[in-house]
Nanobody
Framework: VQLQAFGGGLVQAGGSLRLSCVAS????????MGWYRQAPGKQRELVTI???????KYADSVKGRFTISRDNAKNTVYLQMNNLKPEDTAVYYC???????????????WGQGTMVTVSS
């Protein structure tokens, strides 16, 4: 199983970016999917998660600005980021809880990270 993230880049404050993350390989089912981020010199923190049924959870710092969604048919999770702020600058990592085969254990898989830089 492999997760690959796309969509990072450089944007001015107030701008928008959309991140995508695709899971591929032997996948029977995907439970939760989400995004974490790690700013320079800081610990990795949860940004948002989305469950199979569509329930979502957001960090207080991004509520009202970021929106997570998923396409189960494409094994893809998206992160729409609006009104970006310099403090959103970080490497963004996607993750997914994946069951590779029926009755197999569920493991966390991580993408390679994509850099988001917001200039003031």
């Amino acid at each position: 199983v492999q997760l690959q993230a796309f969509g990072g880049g450089l944007v001015q404050a107030g701008g928008s970016l959309r991140l995508s993350c695709v899971a591929s390989g032997n996948i029977f089912s995907i439970n939760s999917m989400g995004w974490y981020r790690q700013a320079p010199g800081k610990q990795r923190e949860l940004v948002t998660i989305i469950l199979t049924g569509g329930s979502t959870k957001y960090a207080d710092s991004v509520k009202g600005r970021f929106t997570i969604s998923r396409d189960n048919a494409k094994n893809t999770v998206y992160l729409q980021m609006n009104n970006l702020k310099p403090e959103d600058t970080a490497v963004y990592y996607c993750y997914a809880d994946i069951e590779a085969a029926r009755w197999s254990p569920v493991y966390d898989y991580w993408g390679q990270g994509t850099m988001v830089t917001v200039s003031s």
